[in-house]
């Protein structure tokens, strides 16, 4: 799988290429805070979801079908493991923000950034193989990251994931998958077109996400640097331990591993701003890993495809 890791090296320089436009956009107000959300949002609801549900107007297939089970079960094994880890290496001390560090090494861009980093590494039975971790990850973060960022228990609050865009896209292309129904020509291809902007639309937020935050203060936080390490390297290595030798397919293996080694998830921010926590932290955390996830995510793959 040595063309995998490489494969992931150069749709990781193509990905912050469109990264620094996005930042330069900020930067000359061509792309505005107001402007950034409406992105977001349109990624969030529109685009992302489109691109996991056209993945499954695909013949019917066991083997993408065993695949996909394994993400899950693998994502699954992968948090019930990270949770506590978390708190072994974070702990609660006075004047730290704990629980957002927590949730910022458990939970991973895999959406925003994992699902243009995998469609243009593994094409569309990537997304499919992804949709299995996507479907966990919306779960736990919905219930257990949400807990986590307001601090507070809310059992309702695993309600809320099944009613994300993301999981609904996977169902309804599941329906569509067992059942075998396709959508007519014309009205498929306009929708994968609006599909396609998944990865510059994404990055170019991500980019404008970078420019709005103090990175300079950033890196001037050792903290952030023991988040970033956890998040990147620590975490990720972890993981890819855990899930090398279970009987998953190469690919879905892979896919999980670029899954975890993606930078700290974006919905941290959302949910801290929501629940009036320290967002410019979750901004913070989220612009270094991100940047430095340029770096670490092709090693974790290239060790990972001497493992695996």
């Known amino acids: 799988m040595e063309t995998a890791s490489q494969a992931v090296l150069q ?29 977001s949002s349109l990624v969030m609801y529109i685009v992302n979801p489109l691109l996991i549900f056209l993945a499954y107007q695909t013949d019917f297939n066991a083997e993408l079908l065993e695949g996909l089970a394994w993400t899950a079960l693998m994502a699954v094994i992968l ?6 880890l978390s708190h072994l290496t974070l702990k609660d001390k006075e004047k730290r923000e704990a629980a957002i560090e927590r949730f910022s090494v458990i939970y991973s861009n895999c959406g925003f950034m994992g699902t243009p980093l995998i469609l243009g590494v593994f094409g569309s039975e990537g997304v499919v193989l992804q949709n299995g971790f996507i479907t966990v ?8 990251g949400l807990m986590t960022i307001k601090s507070e228990k809310d ?31 014309i009205p498929l291809t306009a929708l994968e077109h609006v599909a396609e902007m998944t990865t510059p639309l994404a990055m170019l937020v991500a980019g404008a996400s ?3 935050s103090n990175i300079l203060k950033s890196l001037k936080n050792p903290r952030i640097y023991l ?27 892979l896919v999980t591993l670029i899954e975890i080694a993606c930078p700290t998830a974006t919905i941290g921010m959302m949910f801290a701003i929501t629940y009036g926590k320290n967002a410019e932290y979750c901004s913070q955390i989220f612009a270094v890993t991100t940047l430095l996830s340029m770096f670490t995510l092709p090693l974790i793959v290239k060790i990972g495809t001497l493992l695996i």
């Open 11 to 39: 749709q990781t320089i193509i990905m912050f290429i469109i990264v620094f436009i996005g930042a330069l956009c900020y930067k000359f107000g061509l792309i505005t805070e107001n402007g950034k959300k409406q992105l």
């Open 79 to 84: 948090y019930v493991v990270f949770i506590p």
């Open 155 to 185: 059992s309702k609050s695993v309600f809320k994931a099944f009613k994300t865009p993301a999981l609904i896209a996977v169902f309804l292309g599941l329906i569509c998958f067992f059942l075998q129904l396709r959508l007519p020509e």
């Open 210 to 212: 970078i420019a709005s």
């Open 227 to 253: 988040v970033t390490v956890l998040k990147l390297i620590v975490f990720p290595l972890i993981g890819l331990l855990l899930i090398a030798f279970l009987p998953a397919s190469e690919t879905a293996k």
């Open 137 to 144: 990850f919306n779960i736990f973060v919905w219930s257990h």
